[in-house]
């Protein structure tokens, strides 16, 4: 089976740091293009980041470029979010995608737009972050 699975979350104040991880069974996550998105509740899912299967190949949201970096590990076929400097509006379900169109990430205007969620084809449950004071 394929199982895409984010942990990492939990109740922190501003200014703090987390690192998210989405960890695959099934399949190889060096293959694919892996997205992070977030979501509120009313809101859309939004795109934060992805990146490729060629080191360097990243793209980030306005909204958290500088803050949070994507990486991977594939000895542990995980990929890892770290969010810096956590603001009020980061809180949000964070979820982990695996695009197997992509070997790529496309730009924000693609890989991290919510019109091509639909690239994205296994999903985890997702892990809630709560910043607040």
């Known amino acids: 089976q394929v199982q895409l699975v984010e942990s990492g979350g939990g109740l922190v104040q501003p200014g703090d740091s987390l690192r998210l991880s989405c960890a695959a069974s099934g399949f190889f996550l060096n293959y694919y293009a892996i997205g992070w998105f977030r979501q509120v509740p009313g809101k859309e899912r939004e795109g934060v980041s992805c990146v490729g299967t060629s080191d360097g190949n990243t793209d980030y949201a306005d909204s958290v470029k500088g803050r949070f970096t994507i990486s991977r590990d594939n000895a542990k076929n995980t990929v890892y979010l770290q969010i810096n400097s956590l603001k009020p509006e980061d809180t949000a379900v964070y979820y982990c995608?695996?695009?197997?169109?992509?070997?790529?990430?496309?730009?924000?205007?693609?890989?991290?737009?919510?019109?091509?969620?639909?690239?994205?084809?296994?999903w985890g449950q997702g892990t809630q972050v709560t910043v607040s004071s």
């Open positions: 995608a695996a695009n197997l169109m992509r070997t790529r990430c496309a730009g924000t205007s693609i890989s991290l737009n919510p019109a091509h969620l639909h690239e994205y084809d296994y």
